[in-house]
Nanobody, 120 residues
Framework: QVQLVESGGGLVQAGGSLRLSCAASGSNFNINTMGWYRQAPGKQRELVASITSGGRTNTADSVKGRFTISRDNAKNTVYLQMNSLKPGDTAVYYC??????????????WGQGTQVTVSS
């Protein structure tokens, strides 16, 4: 069982930066992959970036070179450093955590989302 707490969203001007954080807590669950999704108004949710427990990352082409995903295993926290933000990055950003229970069952958990708004 995992609980996710997201933070770091807000309003920023184009070209600025934000750092999103997602802290996971709970028990009887081993976290494997962590990731960030986003959903703009009227659009489907899309994967922004993910990172495995081994540190392997995957980022969407639309954010590659601007966004960086990282994790702190000691804090069970995943971060999304967003630089050179564009108005098109405006969306609700959701933290996602995948792992397995002690019984070996795979689960996905989602944060409540944090709003990122990029203005000109």
């Amino acid at each position: 069982q995992v609980q996710l707490v997201e933070s770091g969203g807000g309003l920023v001007q184009a070209g600025g930066s934000l750092r999103l954080s997602c802290a996971a807590s709970g028990s009887n669950f081993n976290i494997n992959t962590m990731g960030w999704y986003r959903q703009a108004p009227g659009k489907q949710r899309e994967l922004v970036a993910s990172i495995t427990s081994g540190g392997r990352t995957n980022t969407a082409d639309s954010v590659k070179g601007r966004f960086t995903i990282s994790r702190d295993n000691a804090k069970n926290t995943v971060y999304l450093q967003m630089n050179s933000l564009k108005p098109g990055d405006t969306a609700v950003y959701y933290c996602s955590v995948a792992g397995v229970s002690r019984l070996g069952v795979e689960y996905d958990y989602w944060g409540q989302g944090t709003q990122v708004t990029v203005s000109s």
